[in-house]
């Protein structure tokens, strides 16, 4: 088995993105979609920024490892009655079913970080990318101290050592690392650039209940309470972790979660 595809099949990460969708369509709002454009979405869940992209007009593929998600996106655009945008299984290591220079624009918001072998990963995205086109990133930075990187952070030091040979996801968040991938990918270093963007987790429940969410549904959160557990830990974890959300919290109504998050938006011109 797959050990990413079994890390995001794990638990139900639709529940995660429903407070991510506001931020997901102000995000592609701003790449400049135009209608017949061809677009890409890698790692794309159920749709979070590709929906929003088919929205404008664009003919959007969505590819993503995990197959409950993959069907949860196809659920998503038969009831919106969308047309130009198909979601199916696919890695981002090997994109063998898309062919050279075909797509205008290549998006992976917290997806393709995620994938092993990152030198790969952004071969593929390079290559399937047509000149004039190009590759936005939204990757997650390492030590920042707003939330999803503290959560990664705090779940970490509950979980057993990577394998030999592991590569961080996070070090897609760092801007050297991105550029000597897409480099190597046969990217100019004067066409990559970064800006700092943030990304709001809202929703209609507490922080508390937002936690519950991470550790029912989100599958390294979920692996992190069930090491923790094997050593006698949870609630320690448990404690950092409702403490890291309480602070986080920008909502003045209790019963309310309004968390942003800062992450690297990297640009790749072809």
Known sequence: MNANKALWEKGDFTRLAETMRESGTALVAKL???????????????????IPAARLGANVQGVDIARNLVAAGNARVKAEGLT??????????????????????????????????P???AKEMFRVTRPGGK????????GDPTLVAQILKVSSAYTPAPPEGFVSPMLWGVEANV????????????????ERE??????????????DTFRKYYGPTMNAFEAAEKNGKEADLQRELEALFQSQNQSTDPNATS???TFLKVTVRR
Do not use: Y
């Not at 400049?32 to 590709?50: F, H, M």
């Not at 290591?93 to 997806?111: T, Y």
């Not at 590759?135 to 390492?142: C, E, S, Y």
């Not at 000597?180 to 970064?194: C, H, K």
């Open 179 to 194: 550029t000597e991938r897409f480099v190597a990918a046969g990217a100019l270093q004067e066409n990559i650039s970064f």
């Open 84 to 117: 130009n945008i198909a979601f199916r299984e696919g890695d981002a290591i090997n994109l063998h079913d898309i062919a050279d220079e075909s797509l205008d624009l290549v998006v992976s918001i917290f997806g393709a970080m995620f994938a092993p072998q």
């Open 119 to 121: 030198f790969d990963v």
């Open 259 to 261: 968390i942003p998050a």
């Open 32 to 50: 400049g979609i135009t209608k017949g454009q061809e677009v890409l979405d890698l790692g794309c869940g159920d749709g979070t920024t590709a």
């Open 198 to 211: 943030t990304f709001t987790f809202r929703a209609p429940f507490s922080p508390a209940v937002f936690l």
């Open 135 to 142: 590759i936005v990133m939204g990757n997650w930075i390492p």
